[in-house]
């Protein structure tokens, strides 16, 4: 009786990443979020297009959080929950940033190469769609693996939308398609840093709990 409910509680578990298999996913993903992080930006300067330059700070964002998860995988579970609360607020940051960048580009009005939004657009869903079926078996685990599904699943939620806009500036001729969906994009990245930072606190107070419990 007694193993059966050790069993049960280990089911329980939310996976922490120790795994190869696991391990092995996240140096792919992190290698397809940086050399689309290069893509992009490059296509969004030489576009004017804010919606690509805010993917682009998104891949840059990812490619920083992967290796950080890579690198406390295996670590206490308070140095994981940190690890996805300091990628939280990082993405908190990223938003920001998109935010006033949008701003600024709004007060210019001029529209962006819908062509290039769109062809760009197209090869960063195709990376993220690859991103999140490599993850997709692991998108349930403790904090710090959860942010990375959750990361990888909203690029290619804005890579949809960016295609989407390149199709309305081609044939609007206005800036505003791309501002929308950039203004959109980073109220996707708050919703997200909330719900990634609310859980890694979630699982700091069940340490501490737990911790205070055995000193007890």
Request: charged residues 15%.
């Amino acid at each position: 009786m007694g193993v059966k409910e050790l069993s049960c509680c280990e089911n329980d578990k939310k996976f922490d990443g120790t795994s190869s298999a696991y391990r092995r996913a996240l140096w792919a993903v992190i290698f397809i979020n940086l050399v689309m992080f290069v893509v992009e930006i490059t296509a969004g300067f030489a576009s004017g297009s804010q919606a690509l330059k805010a993917d682009a700070l998104d891949f840059a964002g990812d490619t920083m959080t992967y290796s950080i998860s890579l690198l406390v995988i295996g670590s206490a579970i308070a140095v994981r929950a940190r690890a996805a609360l300091f990628k939280g607020g990082l993405l908190f940051a990223i938003a920001i940033s998109v935010l006033v960048m949008t701003l600024m580009r709004a007060l210019s009005g001029e529209p962006p190469a819908a062509e290039t939004m769109g062809v760009v657009g197209f090869i960063a869903l195709l990376a993220n769609v690859a991103s999140v079926l490599i993850l997709l078996k692991w998108r349930d685990g403790d904090a710090n693996v959860r942010s990375v599904w959750l990361c990888s699943r909203n690029d290619a939620i804005g890579n949809v939308g960016v295609m989407m806009a390149g199709g309305l500036v081609a044939v609007t001729g206005s800036a505003w398609p791309d501002l929308i969906l950039a203004f959109a994009l980073a109220g996707i990245f708050s919703r997200s840093a909330w719900s990634i930072c609310k859980q890694a606190l979630e699982e700091l107070r069940e340490h501490s709990a737990i911790a205070h419990t055995g000193d007890a």
